[in-house]
């Protein structure tokens, strides 16, 4: 696994083993999510949240492409800490050992895009949309076609593509600014 473009174009991220149930999102799946995220997404000096990050591999690409924050979080950090301190970037990345549903309850953060990977047998789907709904900011959820989208979130769905086995859908839960 690699990263695609910018700062760390190239390099190589360690990966799970094959024991490991962590599924990376394949280089090429990865490729086409930011080819989509570089028409609507301007990364540099954004806050990124990748959750169920695994290797990392989302947040790391959107540091190379210039993100100021990324954070990190999964209930096991092992590899997005070897692969932050292979890349050295601890300043701009904070790692978080955790449930992500947790995480999301503090509604306040300044975040600008977050990107979840649950496992594909992941139950509580709609539980993540509906705490991620109440964040300022975009957000990505992978899946695959065994979830559908619930109703309550399709207004904000903008975009949905399907590579290989994943299902990549866009959401904009950004509150509209407010008239001065």
Known sequence: ????????KHRVLKTPGKNDKVRPTTDRARETLFNILNNFFEFEGAAVVDLFCGTGSFGIECLSRGAELAIFVD???????????????????????????I????????????????PYDYIFYNKLLEKASKINSYFILEHSDNYKISDEFLPYMFRQ????????????????????
Do not use: C, H, W
Not at 1 to 8: K, N, S
């Open 1 to 8: 696994m690699r990263i695609i473009a910018g700062e760390y």
């Open 75 to 101: 209930k096991d950090v092992r590899l997005i800490e070897a692969n932050a301190a292979s890349l050295k970037t601890e300043e701009s990345s904070e790692i978080i050992q955790g449930d992500a549903l």
């Open 103 to 118: 995480f999301l309850r503090d509604e306040s953060m300044n975040i600008d895009l977050i990107f979840a990977d649950p």
């Open 161 to 180: 593509k399907e590579v290989g086995m994943a299902i990549f859908s866009f959401f904009d839960f950004r509150k509209p600014t407010e008239a001065l």
